[in-house]
């Protein structure tokens, strides 16, 4: 190439814009805080993590050894793109046994991960302009998920005074001929909230009215339950089953977040059309998590011993924190049912000046302040729809969290709520 041909092709600029999809969505904070922390920890700066989703506990060794058998056994290929008959026709069972609800292998699209059944699920059914109908505080990828389908998010105010549980008037107020999907989380993540049968059958009758409305029902902590509060799968509901899709995973009740194992169950038109668009994201998922999955849904009821094992350990953890921050000036705390996280509102101490740092404005401040000072991670409260609280995840050792919660309490003794309470 001569010089001037070089130097003529060195000037062309690129192209370096994106998609407009793209830009209005934002990153996940969750993931974000995670990864900082960690690079603190890498750096050898002793944070204690309590902003991820990811139980502290081994997946089950009878899960984990199928995986390894698989692998020997050479079981290392392509699986169907919805997912091995095998572990299909588990999970109906599961489904029938468990919930209540009775689907044909064809009616199940297992997935990498529940959230790739999710978003597929929105991309589906939704068209630009529809509304997706989400109550708040909600799990941070939902609105953002409902922006990459060209759809609009529809935000949906809770309190905490009501547990966060949504109010079916403000639901009725809020259809429209654009609703297209409603969003459900029970228990919830980021609160911890579980909706009562009663109020479930209440939004049934509602969605009922609308024939445009479906339901997606994320059920991911089902099994991280404490009695007495129970789990109700929203397509068990007389007239549900034909309008919802049903989402789970393996992650959080079997510890099995690296797995990558999720699922989504529905009526064979809604499910076709989301297996359609994983044919062409990335195929099925993998064949050893496959067939892991089917050793954990083979552990028994609601997984068994294994599973409530975790669960008991779940439920100290959430005691000790619900009593000890409970102890604390200026907090307020709706006791999670189910899950592992706890929602809290610190706002009494916004608008506060704290020495060295600044004013502390919001969650996201109170956060900074927090790792800055307490070198404890947190998730602020913005990033799930609700500025006035923060997220705590439990899902670390009671030993863990003592030390979290003495640090915590030391950072925030030195500053003053600014509102009594």
């Not at 997935?111 to 999710?118: F, L, P, R, V």
Request: charged share 20%; with cysteine.
């Amino acid at each position: 190439m001569s010089k001037v041909e070089s130097s003529s092709f060195e000037q062309v600029k690129v192209d370096i814009s994106l998609s407009p999809r793209v830009n209005s969505v934002k990153p996940s904070k969750t993931v974000a805080i995670t990864d900082h922390a960690t690079a603190l920890v890498q750096a050898g700066i002793p944070v204690i993590r309590l902003a991820a989703g990811e139980p502290d506990f081994d997946t089950p060794a009878v899960i984990a050894e199928a995986g390894i058998n698989a692998i020997r056994e050479g079981y290392t290929r392509y699986t169907p793109n919805a997912g091995t008959l095998e572990l299909r026709t588990a999970i109906c069972h599961k489904l029938k046994e468990e919930n209540g609800i009775s689907y044909t292998p064809d009616q199940i699209l297992v997935s990498n991960g529940a959230k790739q059944s999710i978003i597929q699920a929105v991309l589906a059914v939704c068209s630009p302009g529809d509304e997706v109908i989400i109550p708040a505080p909600y799990w941070v990828s939902y609105p953002e998920m409902a922006r990459l389908a060209d759809a609009t998010p529809v935000i949906l105010p809770t309190r905490i005074s009501e547990n966060f549980l949504l109010d079916p008037k403000l639901l009725e107020s809020k259809i429209t001929e654009k609703s297209r999907l409603l969003i459900l989380c029970s228990p919830s993540n980021p609160t911890g909230s579980v909706y009562p049968k009663k109020l479930l059958e209440r939004f049934a009758e509602i969605v009922a009215k609308h024939p445009r409305l479906l339901v997606l029902s994320d059920e991911m902590y089902e099994h991280i339950i404490y009695a007495p509060a129970t789990h109700t799968s929203f397509a068990s509901l007389p007239g549900m089953w034909e309008r919802t899709l049903t989402v789970n995973g393996f992650s959080k009740a079997f510890a099995m977040t690296g797995w990558r194992l999720g699922y989504i169950a529905g009526p064979k038109h809604f499910v076709a059309a989301c297996n359609k668009i994983q044919s062409q994201y990335t195929s099925g998922a993998s064949s050893i998590s496959q067939k892991a999955g089917v050793a954990a849904l083979g552990l028994g009821y609601a997984g068994g011993e294994a599973v409530s094992t975790m669960v008991k350990a779940f439920r100290e953890r959430r005691d000790f924190l619900v009593k000890s921050l409970g102890e604390l000036e200026g907090v307020k705390i709706s006791e999670p049912q189910g899950a592992f996280y706890l929602f809290i509102d610190f706002s009494s101490y916004y608008g506060i000046e704290a020495e060295g740092f600044g004013k502390i404005e919001n969650s996201e401040s109170l956060c900074r302040y927090l790792l800055d000072r307490a070198q404890v991670a947190l998730v602020p409260g913005d990033a799930f729809g609700d500025d006035t609280c923060v997220r705590i995840s439990y899902a670390a050792s009671l030993t863990t969290l003592q030390a979290a919660f003495e640090r915590i309490k030391k950072a925030l003794i030195s500053l003053r709520p600014a509102v009594p309470v």
